[in-house]
């Protein structure tokens, strides 16, 4: 058998994978500089374009992955299963938003911003967008709360440095009342 491609080797990580593929993945795949590695999944992205694949490669949570293209999706519902969750509540929304910019964040912090209950974490958490990345120095310990490699996938950020910037001087706009 003969040596594989380098883009036969990508499309064939990303497959095979399950996960975002990281750029030192590839790059040790590929036997390549991480920079060389980046030119050549720009280069296999390309070429799925220029084929006419239908799907496309994304940079999202520290990786690649592959991706249907967005003006397809629609027309894939039939046969996509199961069927997606119901949307987030407004509430949980704000929640998630809050966790999102201010990680690592306590019930009472988010509470203290909303001026209204946090109970919404527990469906962040079942839902697996939000986790618990510890306890706080605060007296009782609290739980402090962050979100996941899931919410950077839901939301297609490669980190949460990607978060759209805050107009103005904080979270008001983004809250109700």
Do not use: C, N
């Amino acid at each position: 058998m003969t040596h594989p491609t380098p883009l036969a080797l990508i499309g064939a990580a990303l497959l095979a994978a399950g996960r975002p593929v990281t750029v030192a993945e590839l790059a040790q795949l590929l036997a390549l500089s991480p920079e060389s590695a980046v030119q050549a999944m720009k280069t296999y992205t390309q070429a799925l374009a220029d084929a006419d694949a239908g799907f496309t490669v994304e940079s999202v949570a520290g990786g690649y992955r592959f991706v249907v293209l967005p003006a397809l999706a629609a027309h894939l519902a039939p046969i996509l299963s199961p069927p997606p969750l119901p949307a987030l509540s407004a509430a949980a929304l704000e929640v998630l938003a809050i966790i999102a910019y201010r990680q690592p964040v306590t019930r009472a912090e988010i509470e203290a911003m909303r001026g209204a209950s946090a109970g919404t974490v527990v469906t962040l958490q079942e839902r697996e967008l939000v986790k618990v990345l510890g306890r706080s120095d605060a007296v009782g310990g609290p739980l402090l709360y962050g979100t996941t490699d899931k919410f950077l996938l839901e939301f297609g950020l490669s980190s949460v440095k990607d978060l759209p910037a805050l107009e103005g001087t904080g979270f008001s706009h983004l809250l109700r009342g």
